[in-house]
Nanobody, 122 residues
């Protein structure tokens, strides 16, 4: 079992920045691929970014490429999502996910956090 707890959400103005954190506990964090997803009410959960267990491979959704950066600190069992140049359309609940395999869809993640709300005001 892996437990994930997100933090760092909040309210930010358009053009601003925010950094989300996801702290993991349980099994060996460094064995897991990690990802961030986001979801608006009534919509499907959307892939944002993922990172391999050692951090060598990172992928981003086109909508956030160049603005968001995913990183991880295996010693602290934490994955981060730094978000720059935020837009109102980035407003969502952001979820952290973990799996032993690469995560590209929400169906591919075995473990989820509870989510953190991030709101961008125009």
């Amino acid at each position: 079992q892996v437990q994930l707890v997100e933090s760092g959400g909040g309210l930010v103005q358009a053009g601003g920045s925010l950094k989300l954190s996801c702290a993991a506990s349980g099994r060996t964090f460094s064995n897991y691929c990690m990802a961030w997803f986001r979801q608006a009410p009534g919509k499907e959960r959307e892939f944002v970014a993922d990172i391999s267990w050692a951090g060598a491979r990172r992928n981003y959704a086109d909508s956030v490429k160049g603005r968001f950066t995913i990183t991880r600190d295996n010693a602290k069992k934490t994955v981060f999502l730094k978000m720059n140049n935020l837009k109102p359309e980035d407003t969502d609940v952001y979820y952290c996910a973990a799996d032993l395999s690469r995560i590209t869809t929400s169906a591919g993640a075995a473990y989820w956090g509870q989510g953190t709300q991030m709101t961008v005001s125009s």
